[in-house]
């Protein structure tokens, strides 16, 4: 997911649209936090 939001990035960069460059940003934090913390409290049990 986070991999997503960088792309997010690139692309409105690209394209010029610095405008939802901050929306992104917020969003990688967001996204970054709630992984770390899945990763921390609550791991997802592997699948096997």
Not at 1 to 26: D, S
Not at 34 to 41: D, E, F, S, T, V
Request: proline content about 6%; some cysteine; overall charge positive.
């Amino acid at each position: 997911m986070p991999l997503l939001q960088v792309c997010a990035i690139i692309f409105h960069a690209t394209r010029g649209e610095f405008a939802a460059l901050p929306l992104n940003f917020i969003l990688l934090r967001l996204v970054a936090y709630i992984l770390w913390g899945r990763a921390k409290r609550a791991p997802v049990a592997a699948r096997g």
